[in-house]
C-alpha cells in the first residue's frame, strides 16, 4: 500500500532562517506530488506541483521554492524566512493518470518568530 | 467570488444527530467531487468521492452531488463525538483539486 511521509512534524524557526521540509512517498511510481499551505481556520492553498522529476509548477509567486530530486521525494525550501511564512504546510500525492484523488501527508506546523 | 463556497461553521450537534454539509461551486468544469476530513493538527483523510449526480452511500456517510445546482452535500448519519473534525469539499479539474475553506464539526456527547 502507499504512504505519504512528511518531516518535520513541527518547527520553530527565526525570520530570516533556511527552511527545507522534505516529503517522500512509498508503494507508487511517476507520483503527481503537490504542497499546499493551510493557514489558520482556512482552506488549502497549493503553492507548488509536480509531475515528474526536476518539473516543478509554481501556483502563487512567493518566498517559497519546491524540488523534485527523485520521483518520489519532494521538498519545500526557503532561503529566508518571513513571519508571513508561518503556517501548516502539507504534502500530497496523486497518481499521475485518472481521478485526481490526493492523499496527504500529516502535515509540518511552521512557526517563524 | 470564490469558486467553491463552503460555511465555516462551527456546527454543532448532539450524539446521534444527521449532520448535513454542503458545499457550492461555479465552475460547471468540476468533474470530480470528493470530501475529505481533518482533525485538529492533522492532514486531511479522504472519505468519499464522487463523478456523477446522485447519491453515493459508504456506512454513516453519504454523498450528494447536484450538478444542475452546482451543489454538494455529505450527510453523517447517528453521529458520534469521533466525528468532530473539519471537514473539506474538493473538486477536481484537469490536475487540480479546488478545496473549500472547511466545516468545523462538534459533535457532543
Known amino acids: 500500500s502507499q504512504t505519504i511521509h512528511q518531516w518535520p512534524a513541527t518547527l520553530v524557526q527565526p525570520v530570516g532562517s533556511p527552511l527545507s521540509l522534505e516529503c517522500t512517498v512509498e508503494g507508487t511510481s511517476n507520483p503527481n506530488l503537490y504542497w499546499y499551505r493551510q493557514a489558520a481556520g482556512r482552506g488549502l492553498q497549493l503553492l507548488f506541483y509536480s509531475v515528474g522529476i526536476g518539473q516543478i509548477s509554481s501556483e502563487v509567486p512567493q518566498n517559497l521554492s519546491a524540488s523534485r530530486p527523485q520521483d518520489r521525494q519532494f521538498i519545500l525550501s526557503s532561503k529566508k524566512l518571513l513571519l508571513s511564512d508561518s503556517g501548516f504546510y502539507l504534502c500530497?500525492?496523486?497518481?499521475?493518470?485518472?481521478?485526481?484523488?490526493?492523499?496527504f501527508g500529516a502535515g509540518t506546523r511552521l512557526s517563524v518568530l | 467570488q470564490k469558486e467553491v463556497e463552503q460555511d465555516p461553521g462551527p456546527l454543532s450537534v448532539p450524539e446521534g444527530a444527521i449532520v448535513s454539509l454542503n458545499c457550492t461551486y461555479s465552475?460547471?468544469?468540476?468533474?470530480?467531487f470528493m470530501w475529505y476530513r481533518q482533525y485538529s493538527r492533522k492532514g486531511p483523510e479522504l472519505l468519499m468521492y464522487t463523478y456523477s449526480s446522485g447519491n453515493k452511500e459508504d456506512g454513516r456517510f453519504t454523498a450528494q452531488v447536484d450538478k444542475s445546482s452546482k451543489y454538494i452535500s455529505l450527510f453523517i448519519r447517528d453521529s458520534q463525538p469521533s466525528d468532530s473534525a473539519t471537514y473539506l469539499c474538493a473538486m477536481e479539474r484537469g490536475n487540480m483539486l479546488t478545496f473549500g475553506g472547511g466545516t468545523r464539526l462538534m459533535v457532543k456527547p
Open positions: 500530497a500525492w496523486s497518481v499521475i493518470s485518472g481521478r485526481n484523488i490526493q492523499y
Open positions: 465552475n460547471s468544469a468540476f468533474q470530480y
